[in-house]
């Protein structure tokens, strides 16, 4: 599919100096500056700037970026984030990537106009059973489960994700932290969209009876997630990306571990360099497929630009 044909363009607020993850360099701040260099451009970093941003089509030029908003999501997991990104690629039919829409003229260079901001896409982990980066992501969320989840939800889950007969897709929805969620709606109207094509006509991941996501999730360091069989309020946890609140309220199974040891960042609220830093988690959801209506429309309720 020509990339002209999938694009959406969202305006939204955003800064320019914070278009990366917040824990690239740990010698570095919390703000991913040095205490000199923040200091000294406070006021330059305080500017809202209006940016354009647009969806395409996923393409081998993006494996870069895709690689390294998959990074952020998997830290320090094992699992072979290349080949779960080649994967991505080769799925092109389903998915797409977040560039910005312009460069302006008098850029100074640095701006590269295929950096990829976010991307969406949906794996049918049922269809690709045996691939190893594949397995080595359900290993991943069978063995966290298995520490702090009840017996119950682990039973659960390994059901879902050994049912042949009821599909389940590995929902990656990534961006840069400072990219706000209103970006989300039409990437993911889009995917839903290229899904039904998809099945339609009998390409890969067309059809997920169940919808799997690991999403990037913080409490206050005074808080901590229940340690057996006890998903944690919705109050308690914060969402990195806002907009996967509405899947976890739809969620019938869900477990949050810590990756606090994993030298993970994430700061909650607006981006500035005052916010309190939060314990990092990933929170594990599966959601049965007839509950995404519902959910496009809270997206389209609290999203709408």
Known sequence: MASSAKKRAVDVATNPEDSGDSSD?????????SVDDSEASDEELNEEVIVDFEAHAIAHTDFNGIK????????????????????????????SVVRQAEVPEDSDGE???DEVFGFISMLNLTERKGVQCVEEVKD??????EKVGSGAVTEQLEQILNDSGKSVGLLLSER??????????????QLQEEMAEAQRTNKPSGKCH????????????????????????TDDLHFVNAEEEFFYEHATLKFSYSVQDEADTCLSGRWSYDDVPMKPFRTVMV???????????????????
């Open 25 to 33: 360099d740990d010698s570095q701040g919390d703000d991913g500056l």
């Open 68 to 95: 390294k908003l998959l990074q952020q999501l998997f830290r320090k997991a094992h699992v072979n984030i290349s080949d779960l990104t080649d994967i991505i690629i080769q799925q092109n039919h389903i998915g």
């Open 111 to 113: 701006d590269n106009p």
């Open 140 to 145: 991943l969320i069978m063995d966290q489960c």
């Open 176 to 189: 840069f932290i400072n990219v706000p969620p209103q970006i989300a709606l039409p990437l993911h109207r």
């Open 210 to 233: 169940y919808c799997l996501m690991i999403s990037k999730t913080c409490k206050e360091p005074t808080k901590t997630i229940p340690a057996r069989g006890g998903a944690a309020p």
């Open 287 to 305: 959601i049965p497929a007839d509950s995404m209506p519902a959910i496009m429309e809270k997206l389209k309720e609290y999203l709408t630009v």
